[in-house]
């Protein structure tokens, strides 16, 4: 649909930015901290997360450069094990203390903290008494909320709970070190999670006023290679499977019907107790965060054997099921030097699509491009594909508003470079460079790079 005039982003649009603790604090064993199944996980010769970018003594110095970037709002998660080292033990009391900190120079700076309570880094003591896999991890969760609600809920205002659960359930391998958990103990985890996200909310309805919580999972728009049937079939397989389970259960309490039909023919359906489903009824979220970098194309299945490609754990990466989908290639659409689609009217598409599914107001908590940024001979760093990449999704998320969805925030990932899960230093999103490489830290020197200067421009003119 084309529009004559193109509605303007609200005059109080979250423009933001995002990042995750493990991924940039360091400081991975410092004032108490406790390792999580992160600790133990990282790809050989690339940078592991005992340092990261020293977000943990340079948080000051970064909040100043949020605060010139113009960022009305700052998404970030907090690491559970800072806060309670062993995940169900002791509080770490200087865990509290750098949070109330990093929170509390934020608000100095008027900058919205948008607080994500779990982002991929499970407790290493949790994980080995079986992790989400064990109901206890259930109760150390909310123990985890009310903590971080009773500590922290005077000024965050906005919560997300669990980070692309449905990752961890289609792509669990950088969760999981050690034995990967077969499908059956995977929608076990996936299940206890809903109970523990819904517990979770329904908590922080209670304990903060007027507090604001959802969850953040990975969604993406799934295109049929074709108008053939039985692509469109699969198309709506896997839509299902990998995204309309997660929102489903969080905004209606219930198990999306195709999944449950597929978890059954499976034999993967979880074991729920009693209380579990009225519980997940009353949890309702008051807003959905959604992490978009890229549509996915698929082909229907041919249940002949050769349906399911290598396992992958990259999350953009389609791997294909049998009897379910296959994965396909869109050849209308542009990659990245490490394979990613990019696909900005396709964001458009997703956000329409879940609009029109749950009438929820939606912020964008992650979308950016992983490049190999370097450092010019001037200094600077021009990273002009990185503007040109969020040129166009902006403009997309403009006309998704002017199609009439709600939409209140875009955090771009990330504000600084940080340690990419799969290609460390090497895969940069930041709109500020962090100067060290794989294994030299160098001065961790913070380097604004073009897209710095041109973010800044847009927040300051509320849009393109």
Known sequence: MYYKKLKAFPDDFLWGASTSAYQAEGAYNEDGKGLSVQDLHH?????????????????????????????????????????????????NKAGIDFYNALIDELCAYHIE??????????????????????????????????????????????????????????????????????KKELYQQCHNMFVASAKATLLCHEMIENGKIGPAPNITAIYPETCKPEDIIA??????????????????GRYNNLVWSYLEDHMLTPEIEEGDMDLLAQAKPDYLGINYYATATVAGPKNDGTDCQARNGDQQIMIGEEGVYRAANNQYL?????????????????LRRIYDRYHMPILITENGIGAKDELAKDGKIHDHYRIDYLQRHFHQAQLAITDGV?????????????????????????????????K?????????????YWYRDIIQNNGL
């Open 334 to 350: 542009e990659t990245t030097e490490y394979g990613w689609m990019i696909d900005s009217i396709g964001l458009r598409v997703t």
């Open 113 to 182: 903290p948008v607080v994500t309570m779990y982002h991929f880094d499970l407790p290493l003591a949790l994980h080995e008494k079986g992790g989400w896999a064990n109901r206890h991890t259930i109760d150390a969760f909310v123990r985890y909320a009310r903590i971080l609600f009773e500590n922290f809920g005077d000024r965050v205002k906005y919560w997300l709970t669990i980070n692309e659960q449905n990752v961890m359930i289609n792509h669990p391998s950088a969760m999981n070190p050690g034995r990967l958990p077969s």
């Open 440 to 452: 030299n830290i160098k001065q961790l020197k913070r380097i604004k790079k073009d897209s710095f």
């Open 43 to 91: 790809p050989k010769d690339i940078a592991d997360f005992k340092i990261a970018s020293d977000h943990y003594h340079h948080f000051k110095e970064d909040v100043q450069m949020m605060a010139e970037l113009g960022l009305k709002a700052y998404r970030f998660s907090i690491a559970w094990t800072r806060i309670i080292p062993d995940g169900d033990g002791k509080i």
């Open 235 to 252: 198309a709506d397989n896997w839509e299902s499977i990998r995204c309309w389970l997660y929102l489903d259960m969080a905004v209606y």
């Open 406 to 438: 709600d939409l209140i925030g875009y955090c771009p990932w990330s504000f600084m470079d940080l340690v990419s899960t799969h290609q460390g230093y090497g895969k940069r999103y930041g709109f500020v460079f962090i100067d060290r490489d794989e």
